[in-house]
């Protein structure tokens, strides 16, 4: 069973190795000559201003994060179901639509008022 | 089915080489073609029709300084391009590129694993892009990046709900995760003789919910607010440089080909088509030769978009993610589960299918075009009260045909 794995332990060895191979010859043969403005911020040619520690963004990306949690598990509560659901049959399609539908009207909920507006 | 070593190696080389070779030859022909839709020539000098440019331009990255700024996060910095690189190659794992070949007295499938969770496999290891891409963002400490970084991960998360929501409709019908399942499932006669059992037919809005979100997921035009240089310089790369920078770039051209290859197998029967009646002993090649043909028609695809689409705006991008998306994907999984189970009792007299067909169609167009012309931009529903707010004049006034004349020139810009 896990001696499926064995190739594709193969390719991410050769992955690792072209990457890593690649950036290990590129800091040998590349230049390296650093100043001090090369190696600040790059703010569009302006003198660095911001401290990033205190950069803000829209609150709006919690909210993406959050629902994408909700939704992806429920992706991933559909996909065991998937396969397996001509054995449970209408009971099984029915509570995997009872739970869509309970997730379905939070949904709406959470749209018609608003959460999902981006102004 | 014991196998000696070097069909696995051999496996894994040949998938290796052929999907670096094939994103090279995808970045020169995306040059190309944009360079014709512009009127322009493009890349024509290096080797015939300037073929050669793409390892001429990666043997120039090499000799770039690979510039570290002092505020960046070491550790997490120098991961994030390998992170990247290391799963756009790791998807391709459970894409059969063709069929058994027999090389040396030894059958095998032209893949790297069959494995029973392939589709699981996918999903997970094309999600794992969205790490790359955030803590290079928030690992270069620096404004730019970190708003496209967070930007692009918001947009790609979004989509990736969508896309999984796609496929979960494909495992129901197939009742398997693994990608060979799948794609024997496909075989055969489809409803109507002549047409193959593509899952792109019967399960048509999925398939186009996983197109619309495999755009999305490789960043590429119109969806590709990550690098809007209008608006963040470079987005979550713009501190990166010299090969590390060439990592991104790779990554990204990657999941183009990735995503195209990926739709394959699930939507468009994988490698499978006909042979023509060729004797065994070529036959093998048809179905390299499909997949690569399937395969290639999506990257053109989205060379096509790139040449032919502006960028979309980002609430536009969100609303079309999260409002029309998600709920086609979501109703759409348990409309194919429900049809299933009819299948498996009996199944529907031919015209109440068509009829039921048709009534889909029209729903379905309705959801997508109707709501937009009703409800126009909402941004300008929303300012027009604002400007008329506190004089409100009444139709028969005087002059409130002048007000309203001004009244929407200035609402116009």
Redesign the interface.
């Known amino acids: 069973m896990l001696s ?5 332990l ?3 060895g ?3 190795a ?3 191979g ?2 290990v ?3 040998l ?6 100043n001090p403005t ?7 040619g302006n003198i ?1 201003l ?1 401290d ?1 520690r205190n ?1 803000r ?1 829209s609150v709006k ?1 919690y909210m ?2 959050m ?2 949690l909700i ?2 598990i429920e ?1 991933v509560f ?2 065991p179901w ?2 397996v ?2 054995e449970l ?2 009971f099984g ?1 029915g509570q ?2 009872l739970f ?1 539908g309970i997730l ?1 009207v939070a ?1 709406v909920y959470e ?1 018609g008022r608003g959460g ?4 | 089915m014991e196998q000696p070593l070097w069909v696995p190696v051999l496996q894994a080389v040949v998938v290796f080489a052929y999907y670096l070779l094939i994103t090279a030859v995808l970045i020169w022909a995306e040059r190309r073609v944009v360079a014709r839709m512009q009127s322009r020539l493009g890349p024509n000098r290096v080797g015939p029709f300037g073929i050669l440019q793409t390892l001429v331009d990666g043997a120039k990255m090499f000799f770039k300084e690979d510039i570290t700024p002092g505020m960046v996060n070491k550790v997490i910095y120098n991961l994030a391009p390998l992170v990247g690189v290391i799963a756009g190659f790791l998807v391709v794992a459970v894409i059969p590129i063709g069929g058994e070949v027999t090389l040396f007295g030894e059958t095998f499938t032209l893949v790297v694993a069959d494995l029973s969770i392939g589709v699981l496999w996918i999903l997970a290891l094309s999600s794992i892009h969205v790490y790359s891409v955030f803590l290079a963002g928030w690992a270069s400490n620096s404004p730019y990046p970190l708003l496209g970084g967070i930007r692009s991960s918001a947009q790609m998360i979004s989509y990736e709900i969508a896309q999984g929501l796609a496929v979960a409709s494909v495992v129901i019908y197939a009742g398997s995760l693994r990608v060979s399942d799948i794609v024997a499932a496909q075989s055969g006669p489809g409803f109507i003789d002549g047409v193959p059992a593509w899952y792109a037919i019967p399960l048509f809005p999925a398939f186009l919910v996983f197109v619309i979100g495999m755009v999305a997921e490789a960043g590429r035009p119109p969806f590709d607010l990550a690098e809007a240089e209008g608006e963040l310089v470079g987005g979550f790369n713009t501190e990166y440089s010299g090969m590390r920078f060439g990592m991104f770039m790779l990554a990204e051209f990657m999941s183009v080909v990735t995503m195209s290859a990926i739709v394959v197998p699930l939507f468009l029967g994988g490698p499978a088509g006909p042979t023509f009646g060729l004797p065994d002993s070529v036959a093998w090649v048809m179905p390299i030769l499909w997949f690569f043909l399937k395969m290639v028609g999506f990257i053109f695809f989205f060379i096509l978009l790139r040449g032919a689409m502006p960028r979309y705006r980002y609430d536009k991008l969100m609303n079309l993610g999260w409002k029309v998306l998600i709920p086609v994907a979501l109703v759409w999984t348990l409309v194919t589960a429900t049809f299933v189970l009819i299948e498996e009792a009996g199944g529907l007299p031919a015209g109440t299918r068509l009829g039921l067909a048709v009534a889909a169609a029209v729903i379905l167009l309705v959801l997508l075009f109707g709501g937009r012309a009703s409800a126009p931009d909402t941004r300008s529903v929303a300012k027009a009260p604002d400007i008329t707010a506190g004089r409100t004049p009444a139709l028969d006034e005087p002059g409130s045909a002048d007000l309203q004349a001004t009244d929407h020139q200035e609402v116009a810009p």
């Open positions: 499926e794995y064995l190739p594709v193969l390719l991410f050769l992955a690792v072209f990457a890593v690649s950036l010859v590129s800091s043969v590349g230049p390296r000559v650093p090369k190696l600040a911020a790059y703010e569009s660095p911001a990033v950069t963004f990306f993406v994060a629902l994408f939704f992806d992706v559909i996909y998937a396969v659901f001509r049959g209408w399609l995997m639509a869509i379905g949904f749209i999902l507006e981006w102004d």
